[in-house]
Nanobody, 122 residues
């Protein structure tokens, strides 16, 4: 299984960004794909997940409408759209895969992409 995250960059406060996670070696029907982020000096935090078993889930404080996860089965790709970006969203964003079911705990995810940097300027 290989995951390739992309789409990060430098954006201004208030802007939007769509991150992509291209999966190879596995079908999206056979695995859960989660998005995580790691802000400077902080632990890696689960944002959202998608799987056949669970549909789409957005976790905790990320539920308040700014984060949207989706997938394109034909492209074997999972996307994370982030709206109304603020400097607090500056982080490295990772996608990861595990089993069939979603959860927000990074320890259970087996395969990780390399991460994509998002920097939000004020």
């Amino acid at each position: 299984v290989q995951l390739q995250a992309s789409g990060g960059g430098l954006v201004q406060t208030g802007g939007s960004l769509t991150l992509s996670c291209a999966a190879s070696g596995v079908s999206l029907h056979d695995t859960a794909i989660g998005w995580f982020r790691q802000r400077p000096g902080m632990e890696r935090d689960g944002i959202a997940c998608v799987s056949d078993e669970d549909g789409t889930i957005v976790y905790g404080n990320y539920k308040w409408g700014r984060f949207t996860i989706s997938r394109d089965i034909a492209k074997n790709m999972v996307s994370l759209q982030i709206d109304k970006l603020s400097p607090a969203d500056t982080a490295i964003y990772f996608c990861a895969s595990q089993g069939l079911y979603c959860n927000q705990y990074r320890q259970t995810y087996e395969h990780w992409g390399q991460g994509t940097q998002v920097t939000v300027s004020s």
